[in-house]
């Protein structure tokens, strides 16, 4: 049974740091990239992040660039989402989400484009 358990949400000030973390199970953590997309109340789940089964090329949403930074350790089946320089605007609960490697690049930015979901967490930035 695949399962993903995220962590590492809370409550920071504006201008703070937030890591959260992603482990997977179940699965065979190399044939799939990795994906944190967000959902703040009255909107839909938008795409944050993703990175591909080897690690070496990332994707960022252009509210977060420079700013929040994917990776991952596949020799521990984990994904990582360092968040920096936290507004506001960035208060919503946090899924990572995982997607066979091999599928089509243009579905990554969707979450239909994902065959696994995390439960979220919550992550809320006071200004």
């Known amino acids: 049974q695949v399962q993903l358990a995220e962590s590492g949400g809370g409550l920071v000030q504006a201008g703070g740091s937030l890591r959260l973390s992603c482990a997977a199970s179940g699965v065979t953590f190399s044939n799939y990239a990795m994906g944190w997309f967000r959902q703040a109340p009255g909107k839909e789940r938008e795409f944050v992040v993703a990175?591909?089964?080897?690690?070496?090329?990332?994707y960022e949403a252009d509210a977060v660039k420079g700013r929040f930074t994917i990776s991952r350790d596949n020799a521990k089946n984990t994904v990582y989402l360092q968040m920096n320089s936290l507004k506001p605007e960035d208060t919503a609960v946090y899924y990572c989400a995982a997607r066979l490697r091999w599928r089509a690049y243009g579905t990554m930015w969707s979450p239909d484009g994902y065959e696994y979901w995390g439960q979220g967490t919550q992550v809320t930035v006071s200004s």
């Open positions: 990175i591909r089964w080897s690690g070496d090329t990332t």
